[in-house]
């Protein structure tokens, strides 16, 4: 996978900035030529992650990057914080799992939405979320 | 901070969500709403939703709250106007949405609305005819 242009990145410290990273991917989304259920799955993916780096981890950045693999096009996006983490990452990714009082729908939800979803996350240093989305 | 407009159009409360919500202009639309159904005593209540291109988690259950906190209040709530892809994307992400009516369009959620007020009439006239007491 190769960077196909230059990132853009957001830093998100509140409700306003989880719209610009909609906003944002959205635009990606349409220029990279996604599909509507596509652009539509991959905007609700990053509003789910970019709500939840606000809210679980106090705020962070988000990089949207357009991305080639040889044969196709797409969009990665990245999603840091360096909040708590997250100690149990299995039960964080389990449908209705949540500590924030939402519908524990944003990670796992988040992850069915998307072609690939990494995650890495360490207790007490932060988390970041790696989620790409290729043309079909 | 945006707010959303409510409209009384006869005994029934529409609004139309235009813009893309921050969380607090979501939360703001729920206290508004609720605030709007006890001043005006409408028992309908329809939230256009076609001018939006996703609707998250976030979205999603305040959408649920409002019909909740509208049936308590003695109104029926009904969503309208999802767009195809949206509704793929919030089936997909974990949210189907239970106990909120929809509707295709803003004409169609009237005539819901209306058969519904209709048949709970027709229950309460039933009820009266019943004499309260049966003695043998």
Known sequence: MTAGGAAERIAVTSDQDVVRVRQLVRTVA?????SLVDQTKLVTAASELARNTLVYGGGGTVEVTRVENGRRAGIQIVFADQGPGIPDLDLALTDG?????????????????VDEFAIDTAVGKGTTISVTKWCR | ????????????LLVSIQIDMEDQVALQLQEDLAERIVASGCHGVIIDIS???????????????????SRVLDAETVVVGMRPAVAITLVELGLSLPGI?????????????????AEDDEDRDDDADEPAVTTP
Do not use: W
């Not at chain 1, 799992?97 to 939405?113: F, P």
């Not at chain 2, 901070?1 to 029934?12: A, F, H, S, T, Y």
């Not at chain 2, 001018?51 to 906190?69: C, E, H, N, P």
């Not at chain 2, 929809?102 to 058969?115: D, H, I, K, P, Y």
């Open chain 1, 30 to 34: 349409v220029a990279v030529k996604l």
């Open chain 1, 97 to 113: 799992y949540t500590t924030g009082g939402g519908l524990g729908l944003g990670l796992s939800g988040a992850r069915r939405l």
């Open chain 2, 1 to 12: 901070m945006e707010r959303v407009p409510v409209l009384k159009i006869g005994d029934i």
């Open chain 2, 51 to 69: 001018a939006l291109d996703i609707v998250d988690s976030f979205v999603g259950r305040t959408l649920a709250t409002i019909a909740s906190i």
């Open chain 2, 101 to 117: 009516r929809t509707a295709l369009n803003v004409e169609l959620g009237m005539e819901l609305l209306a058969r519904e007020r």
